[in-house]
Nanobody, 128 residues
Framework: QLQLVESGGGLVQPGGSLRLSCAASAFTLPYSTIGWFRQAPGKEREGVSCISTSGGSTNYADSVKGRFTISRDNAKNTVYLQMNSLKPEDTAVYYC?????????????????????WGKGTLVTVSS
């Protein structure tokens, strides 16, 4: 089973930046996709940004496009989420997750139900 450990959450002012890290035990099969999800109080968990473990294709939620950037370091088995121009509505618990998506065309897609390994989450609070 893949183990995921998040770090980097905390309190930041609106307009500020934060970088989340997710250390994984491996980027090997069957985990073809890894990325970030978030859940705000009273809202459903949603995909933020994911990346395929092989081809490196990326996907972003419309709400974060242009502000967030996902990247990976295969040598360190680590995935990052650089968050810029943070807004109060970005406040949520952020989870790192991985899934074994079989279809090559769908690998890298952020769908909560398709993930089968989850980290414990890290809280990001954007407030002045």
């Amino acid at each position: 089973q893949l183990q995921l450990v998040e770090s980097g959450g905390g309190l930041v002012q609106p307009g500020g930046s934060l970088r989340l890290s997710c250390a994984a035990s491996a980027f090997t099969l069957p985990y073809s996709t890894i990325g970030w999800f978030r859940q705000a109080p009273g809202k459903e968990r949603e995909g933020v940004s994911c990346i395929s473990t092989s081809g490196g294709s990326t996907n972003y939620a419309d709400s974060v496009k242009g502000r967030f950037t996902i990247s990976r370091d295969n040598a360190k088995n680590t995935v990052y989420l650089q968050m810029n121009s943070l807004k109060p509505e970005d406040t949520a618990v952020y989870y790192c997750a991985a899934g074994s998506i079989r279809s090559a065309s769908l690998q890298g897609m952020c769908v909560p139900g398709w993930m089968n390994s989850w980290g414990k989450g890290t809280l990001v609070t954007v407030s002045s």
